[in-house]
């Protein structure tokens, strides 16, 4: 089993970004997966959810700004982050859906 | 949502002595909650699922107790490569929320 994120980088305040999850070693359409953050210096923070039928599940900090989606074709998980703030620079990671194999996570930074 | 409330925020210990991590959950949730190991610069490893399901891999000195709302993971003989921070984390209901975690630190 390999998630490998990517899509990170330096971003403004209210600008966008998209995250994506490569996976492999695994059968991805039958597993639900989350994406989960670590702000600098700080403890995990769930993000959301996606499960194998693509219901979706928010954390309220990122309710109507981020979407989660997958592609089951490309074996890869997406997250898009809209009108960005600076509480949300943190690494991100994807994660299956019991938590079991992690990404090394792709760090985020908001800011002007 | 469900709180998670760990204790000691830190903990230093000397290699080979035994230590107890609490978790608190704000209302029962069964046994639906999993430990995690996070050394600098990494992503979390699974240590412990279903408050005392053992992992495959993970060595035998990591052990994990409780039910409802308090829970224990136990590490018997730290050993220096298990200096890191240690999370819980409920899967009883969404949103999935973790602990805070603990520091276990060198004495």
């Known amino acids: 089993v390999q998630l490998v994120e990517s899509g990170g980088g330096l971003v403004q305040p209210g600008k966008s970004l998209k995250l994506s999850c490569s996976a492999s070693g695994f059968t991805f359409s039958s597993y639900g997966m989350h994406w989960i953050r670590q702000a600098p210096g700080k403890g995990l923070d769930w993000v959301a959810y996606?499960?194998?039928?693509?219901?979706?599940v928010y954390a309220d900090a990122v309710k109507g700004r981020f979407t989660i989606s997958r592609d089951n074709a490309k074996n890869t998980l997406y997250l898009q982050l809209n009108s960005l703030k600076s509480e949300d620079t943190a690494i991100y990671y994807c994660a299956r859906a019991y938590f079991d194999f992690w990404g090394p996570g792709t760090m985020v930074t908001v800011s002007s | 949502d469900i709180v998670l409330t760990q204790s000691p925020a830190t903990l230093s210990v000397t290699p080979g002595e035994s230590v107890s991590l609490s978790c608190r959950a704000s209302q029962g949730i069964s046994t639906s909650i999993h430990w995690y190991q996070q050394k600098s610069n990494e992503s979390p490893r699974l240590l412990i699922k279903?408050?005392?399901q053992s992992i495959s891999g993970i060595p035998s000195r990591f052990s994990g107790s409780g039910s409802g709302t308090d829970f224990t993971l136990s590490i018997n003989r730290v050993e220096s490569e298990d200096f890191s921070v240690y999370y819980c984390?409920?899967?009883?209901?969404?949103?999935?929320?973790f602990g805070s975690g603990t520091k276990l630190e060198i004495k």
């Open positions: 996606i499960s194998s039928s693509s219901g979706t």
């Open positions: 984390q409920q899967s009883y209901s969404l949103p999935r929320t």
């Open positions: 279903y408050a005392s």
